[in-house]
Structures are given as structure tokens and as C-alpha cells.
């Protein structure tokens, strides 16, 4: 009896502690947009599969298991929505009037904002899956393991695809080896860092 007790106290205690879920969505809203706008990389879409997301999320938030990362289950639900969305349409953005091509050939600068609508720029050049791994491993701070776990790939690919990224993005910028970017964004920053830690 007393330990049946002692159960259901420690399970109060474990969700005393970690309170309400639903109660972190809106801490995640900046990390899942800015993710969002990295796969769709479109304001509008990106708003709509945020909102999908955290639609499924509050719907099914008995599935999540409390005391594991929030953030990882929002941003895999947020992937998958949009990937099955894709499967669904398979529908391209095209650029048949060249606007978005035309935006995508200014000339780098080393003024900040400029350098940074460079990098947005050229970001937005990199396949899907490059995207996917710098967004996840670097300005969003998973872990590789943690983002193998969320894209359903080897850890090996992950490290593969972000490193690809990186050396694509470094020749779009057209940064010498070992060249630092010229930001103080940090999310930028995240991006190009070489060294991620991988969970033991």
C-alpha cells in the first residue's frame, strides 16, 4: 500500500516538476518558424506549418513523454508535416519570372545586414537535406545523434550532409580556407561552426 503510494507521489513530483508541456509551446514559436522557413523558405508557408505543428502537437501532446525534449518532438513533428505536405502536392516553388534567381545574385558585402541577406541567400541555394542538417545541428543546437534521431538518418549522415553544407556555403560566400563569416548573427554563426557535440 505505502509503496503504491510512493508512486503516485513520485509521478506527482515528476509533473510538478516539469509542469505543463503546453505551457513551453509558445518558448519554441522563434526555433520552429526559423526552421520552417528553412524547408519552406517562404514567410507564409512557414507561418502555416508552424501552426500545423503546434495544432498536432496540442492534439497529441499525451503522446509525449515527459522529462524528454520538447524542442526535438516539436521540430520532428514540424519535419514530418511538412515532408508528408510535400509527398502530397509534389509541387516545386518555380521561379518562371527569374525574381527569385535575380535576388539570390547580388555581390557579397562586409556590411552585417548585407552580409546577412548574402548568407540567407546562399543558404537557401543548398539541397534540402544540407539545409535540414546545418538548421538542425547548428543555429537550432541539436545535438547530431538527436538530429539523426528527428530525420530518421545514420549520425554519419547527418555529420556528412552539415559538413557538405558548410564547404557549399563557404564557396557561395567565397570565403577563403579558414576565413571567419563577418556576422555577429547567431544563428548564423551556429551554422558555419565546424564542432557539435555528439550525446553519449
Known sequence: ??????????????????????????????????FALSLTREGAAADDLVQDTIVKAWTNMDKFQVGTNLRAWLFTILRNTFYSARRKTKREVSDSDGLHAARL??????????????????????????REALILVGASGF?????????????????????????????????????ELEMTDQATLAVMATNRPVSR
Open 143 to 179: 545535438s547530431y545523434e538527436e538530429a539523426a534521431d528527428m530525420t530518421g538518418v545514420a549520425v554519419g549522415t547527418v555529420k556528412s550532409r552539415a559538413n557538405r553544407g558548410r564547404r557549399k556555403l563557404a564557396e557561395l560566400l567565397q570565403l577563403a580556407d579558414g576565413e
Open 105 to 130: 545574385a547580388a555581390r557579397p558585402d562586409h556590411d552585417g545586414r548585407l552580409a546577412l541577406r548574402d548568407f540567407r541567400a546562399a543558404f537557401e541555394q543548398l539541397p534540402d537535406e544540407q
Open 1 to 34: 500500500m505505502s509503496s503504491g503510494n510512493g508512486r503516485a507521489s513520485a509521478a506527482g513530483k515528476a509533473d510538478a516538476k516539469h509542469g505543463d508541456p503546453r505551457d513551453e509551446l509558445v518558448d519554441h514559436l522563434p526555433a520552429l518558424r526559423a
